[in-house]
Structures are given as structure tokens and as C-alpha cells.
């Protein structure tokens, strides 16, 4: 059997894109079971931020059901593959999305939110620092046998 994973690629990964993945796709899976839930929470943000009207909830929303969507498929890929790369790219993303509603939170001076969103942050960058210095022993390992 050939071993098709990308260099520094660690069983220990497996658990983290398995993880990425079911977040990402579950997140997007809510969005019909509690979308209603959200519409005043992002209604009440798109008027404190960019004073945006109702006509624009349901299109924001399903925007970013969509962008957690994609990111979890993308660390899907990244397992099936093997590759450490992708895997960081989607850590990256979520990394990314959490600081955009971070921003979000603080200009719509939403504290409880902005202590939520801060701490997946945190997570996923140790999940990210995890990554690279696993792939880092991984590939110093394979270069020593």
C-alpha cells in the first residue's frame, strides 16, 4: 500500500479534520432548525455595524451557514487526503471567520458573543500550533530514518 499523505502528515490529525469537519457541516445543518434564532441576533448587528435593514438577514446568514460549510468540507478533503496543508488552511479559515465575528461583536459592543467567538479563536489557534509543530516532528522524523 502506498502511502499517499502529504510530508509531516500524523494519525494525530485524523481527530482534528474528523472535528473540523463535523463542525463545519453541523453548523451549516442548523441553520433550518434555528435560523430564527438568529435573524434578530444578526438583524440587531447589521443595523449597530453598517445600519443594513431586515432585506438583509437571511442573505447574511445563509452567507456564513456557507463559508462554515465550506471550511468544514475543506478539513473533510484535508483527511481523506492527508494533507497537512489543506488541514491548516482550514484551521486558517476558521481562524479568520472567528475574527471577523470577533470585529463584528465588538463594534456591536456584544460582549457575551465577543467572550464566545474569542475563545474558539484561542481553540483553533492551539489546534493550528498543534499542527505545525506535530508536522514539524513528523517531518524530522522521516528525515532521520
Not at 463535523?22 to 445543518?29: K, R
Given at each position: 500500500?502506498?502511502?499517499?499523505?502529504?510530508?509531516?502528515?500524523?494519525?494525530?490529525?485524523?481527530?482534528?479534520?474528523?472535528?473540523?469537519?463535523?463542525?463545519?457541516?453541523?453548523?451549516?445543518?442548523?441553520?433550518?432548525?434555528?435560523?430564527?434564532?438568529?435573524?434578530?441576533?444578526?438583524?440587531?448587528?447589521?443595523d449597530?455595524?453598517?445600519?443594513?435593514?431586515?432585506?438583509?438577514?437571511?442573505?447574511?446568514?445563509?452567507?456564513a451557514?456557507?463559508?462554515?460549510?465550506?471550511?468544514?468540507?475543506?478539513?473533510?478533503?484535508?483527511?481523506?487526503?492527508?494533507?497537512?496543508?489543506?488541514?491548516?488552511?482550514?484551521?486558517?479559515?476558521?481562524?479568520?471567520?472567528f475574527?471577523?465575528?470577533?470585529?463584528?461583536?465588538?463594534?456591536?459592543?456584544?460582549?457575551?458573543?465577543?467572550?464566545?467567538?474569542?475563545?474558539?479563536?484561542?481553540m483553533?489557534?492551539?489546534?493550528?500550533g498543534?499542527?505545525?509543530?506535530?508536522?514539524?516532528?513528523?517531518?524530522?522524523?522521516?528525515?532521520?530514518?
Amino acid at each position: 500500500m502506498v502511502d499517499r499523505s502529504a510530508p509531516g502528515w500524523s494519525r494525530l490529525f485524523l481527530p482534528i479534520g474528523v472535528f473540523l469537519g463535523i463542525f463545519g457541516v453541523f453548523n451549516f445543518a442548523e441553520l433550518p432548525l434555528g435560523w430564527k434564532d438568529r435573524q434578530e441576533q444578526v438583524g440587531r448587528y447589521l443595523d449597530a455595524t453598517l445600519a443594513l435593514g431586515a432585506d438583509w438577514v437571511m442573505p447574511v446568514i445563509w452567507l456564513a451557514k456557507l463559508v462554515e460549510l465550506a471550511l468544514g468540507l475543506l478539513a473533510l478533503a484535508a483527511t481523506a487526503r492527508r494533507d497537512t496543508r489543506w488541514l491548516a488552511a482550514a484551521v486558517v479559515g476558521w481562524l479568520a471567520w472567528f475574527t471577523l465575528f470577533s470585529a463584528v461583536d465588538m463594534w456591536a459592543a456584544d460582549r457575551v458573543e465577543l467572550q464566545e467567538h474569542t475563545v474558539y479563536f484561542v481553540m483553533f489557534a492551539v489546534l493550528l500550533g498543534m499542527i505545525h509543530v506535530v508536522s514539524a516532528v513528523e517531518r524530522f522524523l522521516d528525515a532521520r530514518r
